[in-house]
């Protein structure tokens, strides 16, 4: 069993910007792996996002690929039109249904995250226009991980912020400049 925590985010609506800030607070010795489910078109350019995200960052930035294996200081972003699971400390990426509209989905994100991480599972929900995210992170809270959202008060969009809240009452909310912080003391 892997013994590194990992960060599991979601965001959609405004969700590039939220990400900029939190990626550009981690150190470059981050002790855990990150993924991002971030919502976005089906047409997007394949490493567009990954560019705009590596541009901040002391962390390696990669678009996600089928049994990547997870590695700390490692940011893995949802390629466009694909789900991102966690399975054994690996990337697995799925073409199944849309879920809340998406693919990626945040939901499957998080609960393949919980499902693999437990309690070394960080679930973040940022901003974002519908209700993905909140049962997923329901679901990494029940399974003893850590939940933070974004403030629904600092969100371009504040529905995934408050279906999380809804979900997920004891979560931590933070600001975006908090999220980052937050991170580091959650995975030391």
Known sequence: MRREGLVAVGASWGGL?????????????????VVVAQHRSPDSHRNAFR????????????EAD?????RPSQVYVAAPDYHLLVEDGRISLSTDDRVQYARPSVDVLLESAAEAYRERCVGVILTGANADGAAGL???A?????????????????????????????ARIAAPEEIGPLLVELTA
């Open 17 to 33: 910007d939220v990400l900029r800030v939190i990626l550009g607070a981690l150190p470059g010795d981050f002790g855990a792996a």
């Open 51 to 62: 560019d705009l995200l590596a541009a901040v960052t002391r962390l390696k930035v990669c």
């Open 66 to 70: 089928d049994k990547d294996e997870l």
């Open 138 to 140: 329901a679901r990494v």
């Open 142 to 170: 029940e399974l003893g991980g850590s939940a933070i959202v974004q403030d629904p008060r600092t969100a371009a969009r504040p529905e995934m912020p408050r279906a999380a809240l809804a979900a997920v009452p004891g």
